[in-house]
T-cell receptor, first 117, second 107 residues
Framework: EVQLVETGGGLIQPGGSLRLSCAAS????????MSWVRQAPGKGLEWVSL???????YYAESVRGRFTISRDTSENTLYLQMNSLRADDTAVYYC???????????WGQGTLITVSS | EVGVTQSPATLSVSPGERATLSCRAS??????LAWYQQKPGQAPRLLIY???TRATGLPARFSGSGSGTEFTLTISSLQSEDFAVYYC?????????FGGGTKVEIK
């Protein structure tokens, strides 16, 4: 059974940094496309970043240059390093996966990031 | 960026009735369109991909259609568990983009 568990959320001041983790089980992270999708409070879904099975990375314009997606094969874990955080980065961050169609077939439960002073 | 627009924003439907949700892309995405359902406090759930292929285990009352720029999600007979927010997503072009969602509420 595929399972994704995000951790690392919390309250952070504007300009700060945070790293999210997504521990995967039931499949191999490096064999799948892995994404981060976020949802601001009361708002819709926004794709943030993706790493392909081949290791190529993609970012939404709103986070490019500030966020970095990576994975650890030995830990079977996906990461999102978030720097220069802004108030509009406040959201629930979900990790999600698919085998390569650029859709999101499995999701974690999400972790809330609040950027506020 | 491919804009994705969903309509209506809110759909009021009685249980047992049909619900028809629309999704429009600002340029052709071929059949690279997916639908998701999200209930309060839960992560989204994949329903449909390839515009019309049901995800594993999805009841047959859910169906998707369309290609190019116009897509439809139809729920043939709404059950109590179907009242939720529905999102479409295009995966033809970077960046991947979602529609703003349609809330299906009980009439």
């Amino acid at each position: 059974e595929v399972q994704l568990v995000e951790t690392g959320g919390g309250l952070i001041q504007p300009g700060g940094s945070l790293r999210l983790s997504c521990a995967a089980s039931g499949f191999t992270v490096s064999s799948n496309y892995m994404s981060w999708v976020r949802q601001a409070p009361g708002k819709g879904l926004e794709w943030v970043s993706l790493v392909s099975s081949g290791g190529n990375t993609y970012y939404a314009e709103s986070v490019r240059g500030r966020f970095t997606i990576s994975r650890d094969t030995s830990e079977n874990t996906l990461y999102l390093q978030m720097n220069s955080l802004r108030a509009d980065d406040t959201a629930v961050y979900y990790c999600a996966t698919d085998r390569g169609l650029l859709i999101f077939s499995d999701w974690g439960q999400g972790t809330l990031i609040t950027v506020s002073s | 960026e491919v804009g994705v627009t969903q309509s209506p924003a809110t759909l009021s439907v009685s249980p047992g009735e049909r619900a028809t949700l629309s999704c429009r892309a600002s340029q052709s995405v071929s059949s690279k369109l997916a639908w998701y359902q999200q209930k309060p406090g839960q992560a989204p759930r994949l329903l449909i991909y390839g515009a019309s292929t049901r995800a594993t285990g999805l009841p047959a009352r859910f169906s998707g259609s369309g290609s190019g720029t116009e897509f439809t999600l139809t729920i043939s007979s709404l059950q109590s568990e179907d009242f939720a927010v529905y999102y479409c997503q295009q995966y033809s072009n970077w960046p991947l983009t979602f529609g703003g969602g349609t809330k299906v509420e009980i009439k």
